[in-house]
């Protein structure tokens, strides 16, 4: 069984930063992908960014580029998303997912959110002005 627990949600003003955290437990594939998933209320679920765990390529949305970050800690099965420069369109629930994949799919798991099997509760991530 696949369990994902999201940590490091909160509220924060314009301009400042949080890191969410994502501990996986029982999966054992040897080709694997996590990713970070948003929705806000009343919007779908889009993608944040995601990494290929055993490459580490990365791919990010548009909106996020350069003010976040993902990264792995393999030793501590967990992957982290840094936000940095946070503003009020970054208000959302944030989730954490994770599905086997390949280097080359990595794009295509990012604008499917629909075909990830493994989700987390969600953390909420609230930016006021």
């Known amino acids: 069984q696949v369990s994902l627990v999201e940590s490091g949600g909160g509220s924060v003003h314009t301009g400042g930063s949080l890191r969410l955290s994502c501990v996986a437990d029982?999966?054992?594939?040897?080709?694997?992908?996590m990713g970070w998933f948003r929705q806000a209320p009343g919007k779908e679920r889009e993608g944040v960014a995601v990494i290929y765990l055993e490459g580490g390529s990365t791919y990010y949305a548009d909106s996020v580029e350069g003010r976040f970050t993902i990264s792995e800690d393999n030793a501590k099965n967990t992957v982290h998303l840094e936000m940095n420069n946070l503003q009020p369109e970054d208000t959302a629930m944030y989730y954490c997912?994770?599905?086997?994949?390949?280097?080359?799919?990595?794009?295509?798991?990012?604008?499917?959110?629909?075909?990830?099997?493994?989700w987390g509760q969600g953390t909420q991530v609230t930016v006021s002005s």
């Open positions: 997912a994770t599905d086997p994949c390949f280097t080359s799919s990595i794009a295509t798991m990012f604008w499917s959110p629909g075909d990830w099997e493994y």
């Open positions: 029982g999966y054992s594939y040897s080709s694997t992908c």
